[in-house]
C-alpha cells in the first residue's frame, strides 16, 4: 500500500496550490480519502474529506470556500486544491485513505509541506 503525495511548496500569501496524492495497493475507489496537516507544535487537524465516490465532501470551517477536495477514481489519486492561501496554512499535508469493513483500514501518506510566506 502507497499513498504518495506531490505538489506541495512556497507559495505567496494568496496564492494558490495543487496537492495530489496517488494511490496504490488498494481498491481506491472503496475508501474515503482525507487530508490533514499539521503544524509544528499543533495536532493534526482534518482539512477536507471525500467520499468514495466522490460524491460527498466535507471541510473544516477554516477551510470552507478556499480549498477543493476532489478524486480521480480512475487514476487512483485525490487532489487538494488550495486557493487564497494564509500566513496560517502552512504545515505537513497528509492523505489519508480509510474504510471500515469490520476492521478499520487505515493508511497514511509521507506527507508533503506547504509554506506561505512572501
Known amino acids: 500500500v502507497q499513498l504518495v503525495e506531490s505538489g506541495g511548496g512556497l507559495v505567496q500569501p494568496g496564492g494558490s496550490l495543487r496537492l495530489s496524492c496517488a494511490a496504490s495497493?488498494?481498491?481506491?475507489?472503496?475508501?474515503?480519502m482525507r487530508w490533514y496537516r499539521q503544524a509544528p507544535g499543533k495536532e493534526r487537524e482534518l482539512v477536507a474529506a471525500?467520499?468514495?465516490?466522490?460524491?460527498?465532501?466535507n471541510y473544516a470551517d477554516s477551510m470552507k470556500g478556499r480549498f477543493t477536495i476532489s478524486r480521480d477514481n480512475a487514476k487512483n489519486t485525490v487532489y487538494l486544491q488550495m486557493n487564497s492561501l494564509k500566513p496560517e496554512d502552512p504545515a505537513v499535508y497528509y492523505c489519508?485513505?480509510?474504510?471500515?469493513?469490520?476492521?478499520?483500514?487505515?493508511?497514511w501518506g509521507q506527507g508533503t509541506q506547504v509554506t506561505v510566506s512572501s
Open positions: 471525500i467520499s468514495s465516490a466522490g460524491g460527498s465532501t
Open positions: 489519508n485513505a480509510a474504510r471500515w469493513a469490520g476492521t478499520l483500514y487505515d493508511y
Open positions: 495497493g488498494f481498491t481506491f475507489s472503496s475508501y474515503d
